[in-house]
Nanobody, 117 residues
């Protein structure tokens, strides 16, 4: 699976952004997720979704503010980010793993999200 992330930018606190992750290759048996890495911090899980039934998972830090979704016709996963906070500032990456694996083995390039107070 090859991934292409887009949609980052700068926004004020309380604003919204939508990230897109366009996938190519065999996605049906995969789980696609978003991760982020803030300056000086470890990369952390944000949200994920299964391509087949659309089951979603969220980190506690974004639950209720971010929504992950997918459009199977466009092979694209979205991350709608609302009520953004300065602590959401990070480079966001999309990644994919086979459903039977716990390891994400396909990564897209990062897209920067900057939230100013």
């Amino acid at each position: 699976v090859q991934l292409q992330a887009s949609g980052g930018g700068s926004v004020q606190a309380g604003g919204s952004l939508r990230l897109s992750c366009a996938a190519s290759g065999r996605t049906s048996g995969h789980h696609t997720g978003w991760f982020r890495q803030a300056p000086g911090k470890e990369r952390e899980f944000v949200a994920s979704i299964t391509w087949n039934i659309g089951r979603t998972y969220y980190s506690d830090s974004v639950k209720g503010r971010f929504t992950i979704s997918r459009d199977n016709t466009k092979n694209t996963v979205y991350l709608q980010m609302n009520s953004l906070k300065p602590e959401d500032t990070a480079v966001y990456y999309c990644a994919a793993r086979p459903l039977a694996s716990s390891q994400y083995d396909s990564w897209g390039q990062g897209t920067l999200v900057t939230v100013s107070s």
